[in-house]
């Protein structure tokens, strides 16, 4: 399918991933060459070649671990009109070993970093990873970020999560994680109000959470 979609259409290439892309867009924030880092696992194939060079156009220090035997995660994005569909292949981004984490030349990246962010879908593939720099960042006092991603993470990784979160000072999600978040805990949810934004025609739900 991706070649298809490569071959018949202009297909335009970006470094994506949800960990990437916040990455990428932090980067172009702050318009410092080199200012952010990032690493995950990608194939050694003509997609990962493409995912390095926009990494690298971003702006972005990247390290990434290459896989010898399988291929770069990839996700095909076909936007008509105001309608977006994904098209997933996760692949190599499964695959990430904390191995590359502890080598000199990746750790000197955490050792270095102020502000850290890991997806929750990263509990997915390699929580020893998360625990290592979860574990630095508090005895550092650096500021250790993370999210909820998807209802199905709260429901399935919750022991992960219950691991990591001791250490995380900002926790992101949206009112269904947070709904399922506390359910699994059977934690009492209360919405407390809702704010319209006239301007963005979005609403945004302020949710509290209680477990006593």
């Not at 095909?76 to 695959?95: H, K, T």
């Not at 900002?170 to 709904?179: D, K, L, P, Q, V």
Request: aromatic share 12%; charged share 20%.
């Amino acid at each position: 399918m991706y070649d298809e979609l490569a071959s018949k259409h202009n297909a335009e290439y970006i470094a994506g991933g949800a960990t990437q892309n916040s990455i990428r867009v932090a980067q172009w924030m702050l318009q410092i060459p080199g200012a952010t880092s990032y690493m995950g696992c990608i194939g050694k194939d003509k997609f990962g070649e493409e995912m390095k060079k926009n990494v690298k156009e971003a702006g972005v220090n990247a390290h990434y671990y290459e896989n010898e035997t399988t291929p770069t995660g990839t996700c095909a994005v076909c936007v008509v009109g105001g309608e977006r569909s994904l098209i997933a292949n996760l692949s190599a981004a499964n695959c990430y070993k904390s191995d590359h984490l502890k080598r000199p030349e990746n750790w000197k990246l955490v050792e270095k970093a102020k502000y850290i962010y890991i997806a929750g879908f990263f509990l997915t593939v390699s929580p020893e990873s998360i625990l290592l720099i979860a574990e630095h960042a508090a005895a550092k006092y650096k500021v250790f970020s993370t999210n909820l991603s998807a209802p199905f993470i709260c429901e399935f990784f919750r022991d992960a999560q219950d691991k990591v979160f001791p250490y995380v000072d900002y926790i992101f999600g949206n009112e269904t994680e947070a709904r399922t978040f506390a359910r699994v805990r059977g934690w009492e949810v209360m919405i407390l109000h809702t704010l319209y934004s006239h301007i963005h025609s979005t609403q945004f739900s302020c949710i509290c959470i209680s477990n006593t």
